[in-house]
């Protein structure tokens, strides 16, 4: 709800700087998003390139979790541009392409770790959770603390249940191969 007069009076700059670099609101919201997206895309990457196992990938995902509770909880702001985001289709659509990029990297991983899977086996579970985990860990952030950690800890549980279920699949395909 807040006017690009305001967002310019509030970074010390003239209306005319604003625009020169941004020709809306939306064009500025983008920008801003595409950051936090590519910081936190940056950051599940390297946690994911780390899993070697699926042990590996059981950490790396509460990790992941923790690291977006993280980015929430820092930065409280990001929360509500999120939220302003999703009345805005061309923001949507930004949305969207994040939880894509991240479940490709998400599929490549679990990929790696369990290679009798393929890529269909595992895409929904993929997309599910590159797009719903921020919601979570939003909500959580916004309702009491103690029923926020129980959401959180639903949320940790219920991705170990699936990355074991594919496992077994994983395993089951690879032990009907050999």
């Given at each position: 709800g807040v006017s690009m007069r305001e967002i310019a009076q509030a970074a010390g700059v003239q209306i005319g700087s604003?625009?020169?670099?941004?020709?809306?609101?939306?064009?500025l919201l983008r920008t801003i998003m595409q950051e936090y997206y590519d910081r936190l895309h940056a950051g599940v990457a390297a946690l994911l390139d780390s899993a070697e196992s699926f042990d590996d990938l059981l950490k790396v995902a509460d990790?992941?979790?923790?690291?977006?509770?993280?980015?929430?909880r820092d930065d409280p702001a990001l929360a509500t541009l999120?939220?302003?985001?999703?009345?805005?289709?061309?923001?949507?659509?930004l949305d969207n392409e994040d939880s894509y990029r991240n479940a490709d990297l998400f599929s490549r991983t679990i990929l790696r770790v369990l290679p009798g899977l393929r890529r269909g086996d595992l895409r929904p579970f993929a997309l599910y959770f590159a797009h719903t985990v921020g919601s979570v860990i939003r909500f959580a952030g916004q309702i009491d603390e103690k029923d926020g950690r129980a959401v959180l800890r639903e949320t940790r549980e219920l991705t170990r249940m699936r990355l074991r279920a594919l496992a077994e699949l994983s395993a089951e395909r690879l032990k009907t191969k050999g």
């Open positions: 604003v625009y020169q670099y941004f020709p809306d609101k939306a064009a990790q992941g979790i923790e690291q977006y509770q993280t980015v929430f999120w939220a302003g985001l999703q009345s805005v289709p061309a923001l949507v659509e």
